[in-house]
């Protein structure tokens, strides 16, 4: 196999005269408070099969009751989708596998609720067709123990959890619309902002809410017709599904200018070792027998229902980036319109949008926020408004140099407290501007050289002394202050 030799970088560009084709499936946990046809709670983490019941672990004689309020999740997801919604019904898709304790999955396959939709991506601008955004239920969790990374080939033996079987799923699936793996990231970056600001998931990677297989095909490039596609499988963060995705195309290249073929296949992605491999081919895919299920009854939402749910779905990404674009003029594109998007996609335009309203500067905020809290963004629940918004004021009135700033909001999103009495206890009082003026004059007498030079025009030197100035001040002066003073001293 070609395999070992591909790197698995590529996430920028692509081999010269190939194109991949990528579409996607995306399977999001919906945030119940229940499981789909079951009273057992929705939530992660407990200790392995306590959150089970006689109807999620298939019983015989227990029936499925339909989880209302997971419709309705289902529907905000479509709406925001821009999907047509409409009457679904339910089939088993029948397999034999030891984490479907029913040996079949609950799922929607002739006629999904939601249908035919789109996804705009903020920064290459492309509209991505969604195909479907269908409810099914989770499986259970089978952990291998012993063996190769977790995997069920050569484990010594295997254990299994049904505490996730039989929790709401929505799966979302892309047209083959995507071009390379920057847009897959792209696409999955903002397809969570829309699952997260619709309250419908939590959207956790990490925790496995959200999980993407990748559909993967080449072709040369200026060809319109689909090259055979190969499906990786749960890719749970963004980093693997960009080099999964890079891998995986690479191989194909690598397999067709060998003179070999691409076979259908379902793909493992293996992390550590950067490559993806066969798990089953199209010879050996299941045959699921789908059949209506017999125990449930069509979902037919009401038209005065959808409306209604459509009123609950809260600001959605796009909404949100117009609102931050509002605060400043003409930002359809370039740096600012790409910290919007990064703000936005990291749900920190409420602090940005909130700064502004209280009066603060909201360039400096949203650099700020995009930055600093970005960095920290774990805590940023110890951040409000109101103090994130006295920071930023500090900075804009020269009270807090740039410097000091960051240092301030990396403390309070420590801490979670003021701006002021952080700044006051790392002593970065605002320096007097009669204390600057000395440190300017110091330095001007100790420099006087430079000081000729940038006296008979040579402005770059300003660096050098607001440098200086900077070091004898250790970072307190406000180095617009010392620019101008500079200026001022020179004419
Ligand atoms: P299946 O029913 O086997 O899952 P679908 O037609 O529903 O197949 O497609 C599943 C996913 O594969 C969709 O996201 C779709 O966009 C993607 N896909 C289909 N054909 C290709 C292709 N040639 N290359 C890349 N992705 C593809
Ligand atoms: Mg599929
Ligand atoms: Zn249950």
Request: hydrophobic content about 35%; overall charge negative; charged content about 25%.
């Amino acid at each position: 196999m070609a395999d070992n030799s591909i790197p698995s970088d590529g996430v920028e560009g692509f081999l010269p005269g190939w194109e991949m084709v990528v579409g996607l499936e995306v399977h999001c946990e919906l945030k119940t408070k229940t499981k789909l046809f079951c009273g057992c709670a929705n939530s992660f983490g407990q200790e392995p099969n306590t959150n089970i019941c006689p109807v999620c672990l298939g019983l015989p004689g227990s029936l499925p009751v339909i989880n209302e309020q997971a419709v309705e999740l289902a529907i905000r997801i479509g709406l925001s989708l821009n999907c047509t919604v409409d009457k679904s019904i339910f089939h088993r898709k029948n397999y034999f596998y030891p984490d479907m304790p029913k040996d079949y999955q609950v799922s929607q396959y002739e006629k999904a609720i939601n249908e035919n939709g789109i996804l705009e991506l903020p920064l290459s601008k492309k509209t991505v067709r969604i195909e479907r955004a269908h409810i099914e239920e989770d499986t259970g969790k089978s952990v291998h123990v012993g063996g190769d990374g977790g995997r069920i080939h050569g484990a010594d033996h295997s254990l299994v959890d049904y505490n996730r079987a039989g929790i709401p799923l929505v799966e979302i699936v892309s047209a083959p619309d995507l071009r390379s793996a920057e847009e897959a990231r792209e696409y999955v970056t903002e397809l969570r902002s829309i699952l997260v600001a619709s309250a419908a998931s939590d959207g956790k990677m990490e925790e496995g809410s959200l999980r993407v297989d990748a559909n993967v095909s080449v072709r040369r490039q200026g060809s319109e017709e689909f090259g055979t596609r190969c499906e990786i499988k749960n890719l749970n963060s963004l980093r693997s599904l960009t080099r999964a995705i890079g891998y995986e195309a690479r191989r194909q290249v690598a397999l067709i200018e060998a003179g070999e073929r691409v076979v259908q296949q379902t793909r493992h992605w293996n992390e550590d070792q950067g490559i993806t491999s066969a798990m089953r081919s199209k010879e050996e895919a299941y045959d699921y027998r789908y059949f209506p299920e017999p125990d449930l009854v069509p979902l037919e939402p009401s038209t005065e229902w959808i409306s209604e749910i459509r009123t609950h779905i809260g600001l959605l990404p796009a909404a949100r980036r117009e609102r931050l674009t509002a605060l400043f003029s003409d930002v359809s594109s370039g740096p600012v319109y790409d910290q919007i998007v990064t703000a936005v996609g990291l749900g920190l335009d409420d602090l940005v949008v909130g700064a502004a309203e209280n009066g603060a500067d909201p360039r400096l905020a949203l650099a700020r926020a995009t930055n600093e809290v970005a960095s920290d963004i774990g805590n940023l629940p110890r951040l409000t408004i109101e103090k994130f918004s006295d920071l930023i004021k500090l900075e804009s009135q020269s009270k807090l140099s740039a410097t000091q700033a960051k240092t301030v909001l990396g403390k309070m999103l420590e801490s979670g407290a003021d701006a002021a009495g952080v700044a006051k206890s790392l002593g970065f009082e605002a320096l007097d501007s009669t204390v600057i003026e000395d440190l300017v004059d110091q330095v001007i007498g100790s420099s006087p050289k430079e000081w000729e030079r940038f006296s008979s025009g040579e402005d770059q030197l300003a660096g050098f002394f607001v440098g200086q100035v900077m070091k004898l001040s250790k970072g307190k002066a406000d180095g617009k202050i010392v620019t101008s003073l500079l200026r001022s001293k020179r004419s």
